[in-house]
T-cell receptor
């Protein structure tokens, strides 16, 4: 069974700061997802990665398959980025999720 | 195009009852998966269906079951409800094992 560790659990930053959220997993995977969840429950898939790096607007996600590690970066953070960010890995037994990183961006 | 639709959005049931939740995937998506989210355990995988066949099942008791119909719509059922089953139940759809789209969830409260 895959173990997924996210850090930090909680992060408060000022508007404009560069944000990094990390995710490590224990067993080989076929893909890694970064998800965003706002209060109220709705989940949005931000990225799906199996190698390398992806960028979408101010968000960048990277994955290192050899080190079993992924990072999500937010550049020029904004209060609307405040949400829970969840890492999920796809293995043979479906998706396994991290506990999430609760991000607050203060104006 | 319409997103993943889950019904109902909110539900209150009594211990011992059973409940059925419904999920309509994005048109063309044949893979549907279900997840349970609680404050204590976070998000946990329940099961995954592809073309009416259960492809994977998480570590949940047999009271939790699901099925997928020929139009890719899916239902999950929980029998003999317990207080601990109170959770947000999320459904997601994808084309195969590609990008995954989540519904808004059904918030189940067991009293």
């Amino acid at each position: 069974k895959n173990e997924v560790e996210q850090s930090p659990q909680n992060l408060t930053a000022q508007e404009g700061e560069f944000i990094t959220i990390n995710c490590s997993y224990s067993v080989g995977i076929s893909a890694l997802h970064w998800l965003q969840q706002h209060p109220g429950g709705g989940i949005v898939s931000l990225f799906m990665l199996s190698s390398g790096k992806k960028k979408h607007g101010r968000l960048i996600a990277t994955i290192n398959i050899q080190e079993k590690h992924s990072s999500l970066h937010i550049t020029a953070s904004h209060p609307r980025d405040s949400a829970v960010y969840i890492c999920a890995v796809r293995g043979a037994d479906g998706l396994t999720f991290g506990k999430g990183t609760h991000l607050i961006i203060q104006p | 195009k319409a997103g993943v639709t889950q019904t109902p959005r909110y539900l209150i049931k009594t211990r011992g009852q059973q409940v059925t939740l419904s999920c309509s995937p994005i048109s063309g998506h044949r893979s549907v998966s279900w997840y349970q989210q609680t404050p204590g355990q976070g998000l946990q995988f329940l099961f995954e269906y592809f073309s009416e066949t259960q492809r994977n099942k998480g570590n949940f008791p047999g009271r939790f079951s699901g099925r997928q119909f020929s139009n890719s719509r899916s239902e999950m059922n929980v029998s003999t409800l317990e207080l601990g089953d109170s959770a947000l139940y999320l459904c997601a759809s994808s084309i195969g094992q590609g990008e995954t789209f989540f519904g808004q969830g059904t918030r189940l409260t067991v009293v």
